[in-house]
Nanobody
C-alpha cells in the first residue's frame, strides 16, 4: 500500500487549497485518515482526522477553516483548507490506518506536499 499526497502550492493569505491523499495497492478499507503538518522549527502537528464512520477531529488552530473528507470508493481523502494564514505554511502529510483484508490493519505514511501561504 502506498499513500500519495498532492495539491500543495503557493497561495496568498485568505486563499484556499485542497489537498488529496490517494491510497493505492491492496486497500481493503481506510479505517482512519490523518493529516499532519510540519513547519520548520516546530513539532509535527496533527491537523485533522477522519474515520470510516465519518467522525472528524480538528486541531484548534484550523477549526472552522479546514474540512477533512473521505471517499472510500476512490480510496482518497481530502483536506479542504480555506482562509489560509501564513502560519499554516508547512509540509502536509497523510497518515492512515488501512485494512489490507478483513483481519489485518497497518499504519502507512505518505510523502508530504508543501503548502506556502504568503502574507
Amino acid at each position: 500500500v502506498q499513500l500519495q499526497a498532492s495539491g500543495g502550492g503557493l497561495v496568498q493569505a485568505g486563499g484556499s487549497l485542497r489537498l488529496s491523499c490517494v491510497a493505492s495497492g491492496s486497500v481493503y478499507s481506510i479505517d482512519v485518515m490523518n493529516w499532519y503538518r510540519k513547519a520548520p522549527g516546530k513539532e509535527r502537528e496533527l491537523v485533522a482526522s477522519i474515520t470510516n464512520s465519518r467522525t472528524t477531529n480538528y486541531a484548534d488552530a484550523v477549526k472552522g477553516r479546514f474540512t477533512v473528507s473521505l471517499d472510500n470508493a476512490k480510496n482518497t481523502a481530502y483536506l479542504q483548507m480555506n482562509g489560509l494564514r501564513p502560519e499554516d505554511s508547512a509540509i502536509y502529510s497523510c497518515n492512515a490506518d488501512i485494512r489490507v483484508n478483513r483481519n489485518y490493519q497497518y499504519n502507512y505514511w505518505g510523502k508530504g506536499t508543501q503548502v506556502t501561504v504568503s502574507s
